[in-house]
């Protein structure tokens, strides 16, 4: 049968006993944040670039040779699946002329990777193996010449990246913390498999699709869940895992965890307190990714930024894999899909949102936002942000 999560040893997050709201309280920010292009800039340069990033599904890089692409912020990032089953990944820039020399935006099996324009030759970790008529350059132009080196890891059943390049940031273990990796991992998300991807172009910036993941406030409104889910969302617990936000080798920003008691299951939740079966269990990665824990199965939100105000929404839905012709898997796969379905009209409700304050980017009526103390982890996250663009 499909695997069942359970807290195991992972602390209590929720019940008499844990504090439901960090000390922070109501709050106001600028709406800068949102439409500054000056800020983006800064963001671009400081944080996205020096950040750890959700890229592919390790599974998407299968064998040695496998490659799979990411485009966000500007940037344009191959990740290869190397012979001894480590990732490499490295900037999709010809250093000749600044061509993209993978053409294909993921593929198998490849060896070498040929610009289409002049036929410089690259390895698969983006070393530049060989080029035409070599005698026309000067060797010491061409000296160590390679697609400069983006970091890459997996943990979860994906790949990161980091675009501050190998030895120049710290571990993807240490970005996401013992905290999370402990908590969501005992949903081995690594044993899952991608069930749907979907994809939107929306018209805000990332921050705003961040921030609607921060909170559960609107719910109420935008999504008319229940008077069961609204009583069961009062006793959220929200957790802002605060930690040291510099160290030497480099930026390392806090996450932030949230657990609703599932409404159908509050007497159980009393018996254990076990999040993983009774809770959903939400899960935030400075800067961009959200992971949304039904015990069943995780929906991935990861909104990539693309502009100041305009971004890459993708969702990623994962599934515990099995055979569909056993019934009893069968049951689970059903129940799933009914929930997801249920689900994807609610992300909708989101995106339709989206276009509302996409009406009010320009206006000189929006000013700032005015944040209740449930809405903490927001302020905590563009206060983060804030400290790692100054100078
Ligand atoms: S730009 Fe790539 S070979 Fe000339
Ligand atoms: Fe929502």
Known sequence: ????????????????????????????????????????????????TKSWILAARSEQLKNPGDWHSFEGHGETVVMTRQPDGSVAAFHNVCQHRGTSFVTEWSGCGARRFTCPYHGWVYDTTGKLVGLPERQDFSEEHLRDVRAPAV?????????????????????????????????????KMEDMVL???????VPVSYKAIVDGFN????????????????????????????????????????NYMC?????????????????????????????????????????????????????????????????????????????????????????????????QLKRTKRSSAYTEHILNERECKIAHYHEQMAKLIQD
Request: glycine residues 6%.
């Open 1 to 48: 049968m499909v695997h069942v999560a359970s807290r195991g040893d992972v602390p209590v997050r929720l019940g008499p006993g844990v504090k439901n709201v960090p000390d922070y309280g109501p709050s106001k920010m600028s709406r800068n944040p949102y439409t500054d292009p000056v800020q983006f800039e800064l963001e671009r340069e400081r944080v996205l």
């Open 259 to 355: 657990f609703v008691p599932r409404p159908d299951q509050r007497e159980q939740l009393a018996e254990n307190w076990d999040h993983h079966k009774h809770a959903i269990c939400h899960y935030v990665v400075f800067p961009n990714t959200v992971f949304n824990c039904n015990p069943e199965h995780i929906q991935v939100f990861n909104p990539i930024p693309i502009d100041v105000d305009r971004t890459k929404f993708l969702t990623w839905q994962l599934i515990y894999p099995g055979d569909r012709n056993d019934p009893a898997y069968e049951t689970y796969y059903q129940r799933m899909l009914k929930h997801w379905e249920g689900l994807k009209v609610v992300v909708g409700e989101d995106i339709g949102i989206y276009e």
């Open 195 to 201: 069930h749907q991807v979907l994809e939107w172009d």
């Open 215 to 254: 909170e559960i406030y609107h719910t109420i409104e935008l999504h008319h869940v229940t008077p069961e889910f609204v009583k069961s969302a009062r006793d959220t617990s929200f957790h802002i895992l605060d930690r040291e936000l510099v160290t030497e080798a480099g930026p390392r920003p806090t």
């Open 151 to 187: 970091a890459a890891d997996e943990w979860g059943g994906f790949v990161w990246i980091n675009m501050a390049g190998p030895g120049n940031c710290i571990s993807l273990q240490e970005w996401i913390g013992t905290e999370i990796t402990a908590d969501l991992g005992q949903f």
